[in-house]
């Protein structure tokens, strides 16, 4: 059987955003790629929570049948960041973080893991992404994502792991960090050049953009959201949605033709984040539903 493994943060978040407040609110980034990715898969997690994470939110993911075996709980309080969002709701602007049990995770992973066909390294220090890397047998399929501290702080260990994976799942913010390049178009063709056979530039509000050298660009717009509450976490959504229909769709290493497909799986899930707090509104969402939004998104693109 296919199945998707993430490694990444396990969270309580504070955010302020224009549209209000929400504190101490269940967050990070395997939370919210395991939320949209159990839509369409079974998904394994790897993390570290405190003493403090409750059992209601523990539940959120076991009810849909997302493997926790992964999941360590040890003495502390679980990860804490706090944001806030101004008058650009495509950057949070980060007021406080708090590793708490964090700052010591040892990714060890299970057994039953080890032979995950696709596997998601969320946005966690990049040593951290590469023991991952060492302990998984032959995947098929392996995407990473990342973020501006660590390119700046562990800049040669990131590139050690661009080098490995599949796919880079990046901001365009980020992108250009990394490569020194002022340009979008140019700082994705470069990213390709360090390893990864594709890249995913998200673009927020205007979508996404997935390139490969032997088969170019693909423009995917974001469905239109009028009421934007919580940018929070719809990177990892994105990444969910689009590893969620590799799985469940794809059994062999993805074409091209798949990745356009699952971009826009992955849009269709992200599009759900924003619209609340938390994962409060991407937790909701229907099969039913996730199928009448993809079908309008489908009319706005061709693949």
Known sequence: MQ????????????????????KRSLGGSANYFSVAASLFAKVRVVGVVGTDYSASDREILS??????TGMQTVSGETFHWEGTYEANLNEAV???TELNVFATFNPEIPEAYKNSSHVFLANIEPTLQLKVLSQIKNPRFVGMDTMNFWISSKKSDLLEVIKNVNIVFMNETEAKMLTGENNTIKAIKKIVTLGPKYVVVKRGEYGSTLYSVDDGFFNCPALPIENVVDPTGAGDSFAGGFFGYLVKNVSHVPAWSDLKQAVV??????????????????????AAEYDRLHGLLLKQISI
């Open 3 to 22: 199945e998707v493994l993430v490694i990444g943060s396990l969270a309580y978040d504070s955010v302020k955003t224009p549209s209000g407040v929400a």
């Open 94 to 96: 980060t007021l406080k």
């Open 63 to 68: 009810s849909r049948g997302v493997d926790l």
């Open 265 to 286: 799986a992955g849009t269709v899930m992200s599009s759900q984040t924003i619209q609340d707090f938390s994962l409060n509104a991407l937790k909701q969402i229907t």
